[in-house]
């Protein structure tokens, strides 16, 4: 929603970095071809995501750090996601900062 929201993104996950990723999901986008395995296929596609970011990250000397552990309601209020048709999946925080 415009402005910078390090804080409040590292707020919801309880982190300090100089820039946060937050990799959200959307449910539909699968589950149309995929019908109810629709819902593996979003967390797959995600770890595989997560896993070339974090690689490419590290290897660029970015320091990152994976967050799954957060209050959904307020990481999604903050991306402007409902929270069920879209909604957080993971955040990599890179670069300064250390766990709350």
Known sequence: GGGDARA???GAVGADADTF???TGIHAR???KYMERG???VWWDAGTMLANLL???AADGLEPRLYVGFVD???NELL???G???YALAVIGLGGGEAA
């Open 30 to 32: 699968t589950g149309w």
């Open 73 to 75: 309601r307020e990481l």
């Open 84 to 86: 069920r048709s879209e």
């Open 39 to 41: 819902y593996r296929h």
């Open 8 to 10: 409040a993104v590292g």
């Open 55 to 57: 690689a490419v990250a």
């Open 80 to 82: 402007g996601t409902d």
């Open 21 to 23: 990723v937050v990799l």
